[in-house]
């Protein structure tokens, strides 16, 4: 009996397969692995606080632990409405507890909107940039820009190109030493990262040939832009070129020695989270708006459980638990929680009223295009001396009348005492009006009754 020659194929793959007898199948997709995964860390308790401070027993009782913290305040301040503010639209991401786990040791002003609103200490060490036919030292990249449009014809003799040439602009740390104030040339970009094996290492990770002119000592490097170039060095761009000046003032943060994370374990005075809820950092101011934009500012309660847990943190540890206990006994902002009032207090301009103001209308009505003009986020001065004069909305009232609350435009639109045009301030995007609580109120009432002193 004959067997064709598709029987015969078919019997000599399935002995090859281990289909023949004796023979033990296997799976030959399986790929050897054994998964590095981190041991989970477990809850840790404290003693619970016996004192009598009423602002520590109601911490306490809110914000036992960092999970507590998080689903009560972080998600209900910063993250609570999905795609708005830190909820997956904006760096730092806090909608998750895992998120807000990854923030502790976490670098900051990561992907800031614009680079004035980046502080100092938040700098990371920059990229480098070298010649590669000239042999140059590399050159850390303090910042850089691209200006579009089409650039004229330059000429070492005739037509140079200054800061507002379209072109790409790098501004580096150290002068760089040519010959020529023109070349030709393949400039090198290098970043330094550490490896799976935890060894430094140096990556170029991109380059571009074209003529660089060498400006301003040195330290102004500008790179032609030909049409036949510009997705090129687009592409450069977009790679994420990391800059140790990024807001510009001539300081490389990094280079301070004093960088700080959004979550400093064991030190919430060099924590930036807690810089940008409070303005300032060890009275540094901190650029950009004060946080939350869309929310009520925390409470002393709230300011207390973020300060005892970040104070809690261990700096030694690798990992952290928000199941932990918040330690309130040992916590050294347990002995004066009212020092933590972002809104101040008492009657008066500079440690009162202004705070109050800025803390909770700071987010609007600040920075470079403030609405209805009015920016509350200047100098204590500058601010007081705007109030003073009339309103936007209603020319005939000044924003406050020394004196006299119902004739002060700002007082009846955070009171909603009296006639005013639109909605009663502040105002929260997110679910309509939010007043000020009663003490913030009366408080201004207070100042502006009395006078409305610059004290």
């Not at 209308?361 to 109030?387: E, I, T, W």
């Not at 009663?424 to 002193?453: H, K, T, V, Y």
């Amino acid at each position: 009996m004959k067997r064709s020659p598709l029987a015969a194929s078919l019997a000599a793959l399935a002995l090859a397969c281990g289909g023949g007898s004796g023979s033990t199948p296997t799976d030959p997709g399986t790929i050897p692995f054994e998964p590095e995964r981190p041991s989970p860390v477990g809850a840790g308790s404290t003693p619970t606080y016996t004192g009598s401070d009423p602002d520590v027993k109601a911490a306490q009782l809110t914000y036992s632990t960092g999970l507590d913290l998080h689903r009560k305040l972080v998600m209900r301040t910063c993250s609570g409405s999905n795609g708005v503010c830190h909820n997956q639209k904006e760096y730092p991401d806090l909608h998750t507890a895992g998120t807000f786990l990854a923030s502790i040791g976490a670098p900051c002003n990561v992907q800031s909107g614009n680079w004035n609103g980046v502080f100092d200490r938040c700098e990371r060490l920059g990229d480098r940039f070298r010649f590669s036919e000239q042999a140059t030292k590399d050159n850390e990249i303090g910042w850089f820009e691209l200006i579009p449009g089409e650039a004229p014809k330059l000429d070492p003799n005739g037509t140079r190109p200054d800061a507002g040439t379209p072109g790409l602009h790098l501004y580096v740390h150290d002068a760089v030493q040519v010959s020529q104030p023109r070349i030709f040339s393949t400039g090198t970009f290098v970043r330094t990262f550490i490896n799976d094996a935890g060894e430094v290492q140096d990556l170029a990770f991109a380059s571009y040939r074209t003529n660089w002119w060498v400006l301003e000592g040195g330290r102004h490097l500008f790179a032609e832009v030909g049409d036949y170039q510009r997705d090129t060095v687009e592409g450069l761009v977009a790679s994420g070129i990391v800059q140790g000046d990024q807001n510009r003032n001539g300081v490389y943060g990094a280079r301070t020695g004093t960088t700080v994370p959004l979550i400093n374990p064991g030190k919430p005075e060099e924590s930036y989270l807690v810089a940008r809820l409070r303005g300032s950092m060890n009275q540094a101011p901190i650029p950009g708006t004060r946080m939350p934009l869309a929310n009520q500012p925390p409470s002393v309660q709230d300011m207390l459980a973020l300060m005892c847990f970040i104070e809690g943190l261990d700096p030694k540890a690798r990992q952290w638990s928000l199941e932990s206990s918040i330690d309130y006994t040992k916590c050294s902002y347990s002995a004066n929680p009212q020092a933590l009032n972002l809104a101040g207090s008492g009657a008066t301009w500079s440690k009162g009223v202004l705070p109050i103001l800025q803390s909770n209308c700071g987010g609007c009505h600040g920075g470079d295009n403030p609405q209805g003009g009015l920016n509350l986020l200047g100098s204590a001065h500058d601010v007081y001396q705007r109030l003073l004069k009339p309103s936007a909305q209603q020319p005939s009232l000044v924003l406050i009348q020394p004196g006299v609350p119902l004739q002060s435009y700002l007082w009846r639109k955070i009171s909603g005492d009296g006639p005013i045009v639109g909605a009663r301030m502040p105002i929260n995007p997110l679910n309509g009006n939010a007043s000020l609580p009663a003490d913030q109120l009366n408080s201004i009432q207070e100042w502006i009754s009395f006078n409305a002193l610059e004290n």
